[in-house]
Each structure stands twice: as structure tokens, then as C-alpha cells.
């Protein structure tokens, strides 16, 4: 079934990300998203977003979001947690893809573009990152998918 492909081209590009997501510290401006999301839960003030204080409006309040939800839902403030959106994300549009490939060309079309999707690695660094690369991947994946979809 196509759908138990797109679904295990979601699962295994997670499980194949998550291995060791809090075993390196924050690098490069991962602090920034990090802090901002987990202090935008901590206070409760989801509109406009600050770090330490100070309105900090650098990025869309996305990311921000999602790794307030991340912290939200599993309660701690930890590197893997903040990082989880976006092995998430990744996750979504490999199995988006495949989905999209299954829909244009059946079950080989979805395991081939599931293939193809997981194999850019590009995409791993991103993925492990609690920056907002991986997110608007997916936005734009969705984006792109739905206006294809749509004809125009």
C-alpha cells in the first residue's frame, strides 16, 4: 500500500536522525532559537517573541513554535527537545515526497522519491539543527506539492 510507504519513508528518516541529537552543544545561532522558544513557553508570551528580555524579532515566530510545543510536550528543556522540529520536519517532507511520488506514479514512484529524499544529506544537517532551515523546508515543500496540486 502506498500509504505504508510514505509512512515508513516518515519513520525511518526520523529514527535515522534522532541517534545522538543531544550529544553535541549548541552551535552558531541554535541558542538564539532555542532560548527564544523555550523562554516564549516559559513566560507564556507567544505574539511577540524575546531573548532574555529584549523583543527579538531576527526570524519568523515559527520555529519559535514548534520548539515551544517541542519543550511543552515533553516537559524539558533539553538540546535534543529543541532540535526535535526539525528531525520532525525532515521527516514530514521525506514522507510528503514519497507520498507525492506514490501519487504521480504509484508505489515504486513513492519508494523512489522517499529514496531520493532521505539520501540528500544536506537535508541531515539541517534536520539536526534547532535552527529554522528544516521547518522551511517543509513549508516550502508544502508550498510547492499543494500549488503543483492545484495546477497553477
Not at 532574555?52 to 515551544?68: E, S
Amino acid at each position: 500500500m502506498r500509504w505504508g510507504v510514505v509512512l515508513a519513508w516518515g519513520v525511518l528518516t526520523a529514527a535515522a536522525l534522532w541517534p545522538g541529537l543531544a550529544d553535541a552543544p549548541l552551535t552558531g545561532t541554535e541558542g538564539h532559537r532555542a532560548m527564544t522558544g523555550s523562554q516564549m513557553l516559559e513566560r507564556g508570551e507567544y505574539v511577540v517573541p524575546t531573548l532574555f528580555g529584549q523583543t527579538y524579532l531576527r526570524k519568523p515566530p515559527g520555529q519559535y513554535w514548534l520548539i515551544a510545543g517541542a519543550e511543552g510536550v515533553v516537559g524539558q528543556p533539553t538540546e535534543w527537545v529543541w532540535r526535535l522540529p526539525g528531525v520532525l520536519s525532515i521527516a514530514g517532507l521525506v514522507a510528503l515526497l514519497a507520498w507525492w511520488g506514490g501519487r504521480w506514479f504509484g508505489t515504486m514512484g513513492a519508494l523512489a522519491a522517499g529514496a531520493a529524499a532521505v539520501s540528500l544529506f544536506s537535508w541531515w544537517t539541517m534536520a539536526r539543527s534547532a535552527d529554522i532551515d528544516a521547518a522551511n523546508t517543509l513549508a516550502v515543500g508544502l508550498c510547492v506539492v499543494g500549488l503543483m496540486e492545484a495546477g497553477v
